[in-house]
DNA sequence: AATGAATGAGCGTTCATTCAT
DNA sequence: AATGAATGAACGCTCATTCAT
């Protein structure tokens, strides 16, 4: 290894480490395998984090900051209805969330097993939530925007290749019609909730 | 172990491993374990089953049988704009999901990872979505029926337990907030498409 | 299986463990194996033999029974210094030993083995050799037959294929290279010895 | 084990393999045996080795590689039709392979399989003819030197001590009842051929 | 004579982790 | 900050063998 500092030693390992976790998953990734791909000598890796399951924990961590960082700016105006302002905001979102789902995919993964008690889902979720509008604070509106907002639209960028893959279907037209159908559901339903309130 | 017949082990083997995979996840989970908690002899596994991997594969092969079997009686009468008649076949729908909950998990699990070439999770949804209504042709209502309407649904069975631990949530109270939201968002954007035709 | 009674199913199993462990060596192939290329049921061979190892020893016995049995015909007659007769008669035993070479390479092999105490090839030599000429009693003369008769000759039905393709050579020139060589050098000495006595 | 240099360690490895393969057969001796002897912890022989075929293979390097090294001088006078001369050559050199008979012995094992694909043995046969006169270059040649040259040679090594006894025969009576026989055979058909050409 | 189910021990291999330097 | 060597435990899987029928 190029003696060029031990931050991007441990910047590259996390790298790597998304990477590989995202696709084979954590268990099936090993210590070996992060070690190949990242070029560094394995007893490395157990410096820079006591153990493997650190490494994840690293990574929700950065994940769980960017998203608490600088939030979006509200450029667009929101006009009742939604015109195509609301869709450039959810497709920017979408190309945002898209950077990160390598990560948030493990996340899911992780939250999926029934056995590990505490996930980090619900705090990415609630990150996620807030860049949109400030935090839910009733228990319907938490469900509403955690299982019909947040869960489709990070199942959309997970399974996007997959999906497109599988119906043979052009990534920039799925991009559209999940955008529509989001609107149609999940935000449609917002302004009714206001306009019932 | 005593001597049972084939089939009564063969299924025991299944039950305890879909049980250990939806806890941990399929690699997190060792035939060992397996072994242990269905009382078989290790070897015994693989007289049934060529390898761990084919366990698994025969839990989806099964799943997306039962669910391709008998269609569920349509007994409600779906009257328009949805009353209560409509909630009610949702939570039927979801109790039916969350009995197969565990291993629909292991298939989204499975499905999250980005090198895994094909997944059940495309076929399972269509058989799900089957037995609403009938199968959807357009792409664009692919894409609707999928993301904001399959999707919620499980990720609803899957995380119902873990988000209720995390809000501090009763799991009745929950149901109704989520069918609320379920049918505010999705159910009426069906409607609404139904409307602009 | 069919119902056409045990011998034949006996020797099914030998037959084809006498191929698979020529193939793959005695403890490479599996019982398994055997079972399945036999079609037999696995347990049905501890019927027929106490265990892997009293098949082997049920092929080594059988062989050595063969070698013991008839001698071949004297048609030929031998004529001084050796014509084309002796070098028919070669052919002839080539040929024979051919017919036998899967269980005589496995015996080879086995003999290879520092480990193990008593080997049947030494007792196979000795038939083999009395085929030929009255069995040797002196020391001399049974190295002189085991090292330069018996070895090349079951060297060469053992690995003529296999040098064959490695040489790039016709299997029918082989024959004839290794006849005349064998009796350039084995034969030859034979007459060399008697004209000395 | 103690932590010592790692090429210390991988030789011993080597060593204990060579010996056991030659003792059992390479698929007879387990990596826990070889871990046992060799005193060292089985991961480590897979940090070595890549797998268990990978120890073979480089004992069969090593082996071919010493046999390509430095030639034996030719101290001794060829004299024609060969005196003692000759014989203490030959003694010379089955002395040396004699060093080699665990490592050939494995090779002849692996050789006699019928479905491995290519054997070193060939190779083998070929530098150690080698160190004895030019390369042959005519395939009759060919297969004088390896089928009653080179192979009465190495079943002499490899078989000696259980032909010894089997037959109750002094170690160094065979090491002269073979050395003999084989000048009277093999060698002295070399000087026929030369004679007749 | 033949079978399907079952078993304990061991296989080759890899795991996450730690050691001394 | 970085490395090569080493480790104990566990992995998925197969072995030869036996059971009841």
Same mark, same amino acid.
């Given at each position: 290894?190029? /003696?060029?500092?031990?931050?991007?030693? /441990?910047?590259? +390992?996390? *790298?790597?480490?998304? @990477?590989?976790?995202? &696709?084979?998953?954590?268990?099936?990734?090993?210590? %070996?395998?992060?070690?190949?791909?990242?070029?560094?000598?394995?007893?490395? $890796?157990?410096?820079?984090?006591? !153990? &493997? %399951? !650190? $490494?994840?924990? =690293?990574?929700?961590? %950065?994940i769980l900051e960017e998203l608490s960082g600088p939030k979006p700016d509200p450029s667009g105006q929101e006009s009742g209805r939604g015109g195509t302002d609301i869709r450039e905001a959810l497709k920017e979102e979408i190309s945002f969330l898209e950077r990160k789902k390598n990560i948030i995919s493990v996340m899911l993964m992780e939250s999926l097993k029934t056995h !590990?008690?505490?996930?980090?889902?619900?705090?990415?979720?609630?990150?996620?939530?807030? /860049? @949109?509008?400030?935090?839910?604070?009733?228990?319907?509106?938490?469900?509403? *925007?955690?299982?019909?907002?947040? +869960?489709?639209? +990070?199942?959309?960028?997970?399974?996007? @290749?997959?999906?497109?893959?599988?119906?043979?279907?052009? &990534? *920039?037209?799925?991009?559209?019609?999940?955008?529509? =159908?989001?609107?149609?559901?999940?935000?449609?339903?917002? $302004?009714?909730?206001? *306009?019932?309130?």
């Amino acid at each position: 290894m190029t /003696r060029t500092g031990g931050d991007k030693t /441990r910047k590259r +390992i996390l *790298e790597v480490a998304e @990477e590989l976790f995202s &696709k084979n998953g954590f268990h099936a990734t090993s210590v %070996n395998q992060i070690t190949r791909q990242a070029k560094v000598n394995k007893a490395l $890796i157990y410096y820079y984090f006591k !153990d &493997k %399951n !650190d $490494i994840v924990v =690293s990574l929700f961590q %950065n994940i769980l900051e960017e998203l608490s960082g600088p939030k979006p700016d509200p450029s667009g105006q929101e006009s009742g209805r939604g015109g195509t302002d609301i869709r450039e905001a959810l497709k920017e979102e979408i190309s945002f969330l898209e950077r990160k789902k390598n990560i948030i995919s493990v996340m899911l993964m992780e939250s999926l097993k029934t056995h !590990d008690q505490d996930t980090p889902i619900f705090k990415c979720a609630e990150m996620v939530m807030a /860049r @949109e509008h400030e935090r839910p604070k009733t228990k319907p509106v938490l469900f509403h *925007e955690f299982f019909t907002g947040f +869960i489709p639209l +990070i199942a959309f960028v997970a399974l996007r @290749e997959k999906f497109c893959d599988y119906y043979q279907c052009d &990534k *920039e037209e799925a991009l559209s019609f999940f955008v529509k =159908s989001f609107k149609a559901s999940h935000i449609n339903s917002h $302004i009714e909730c206001k *306009e019932e309130a």
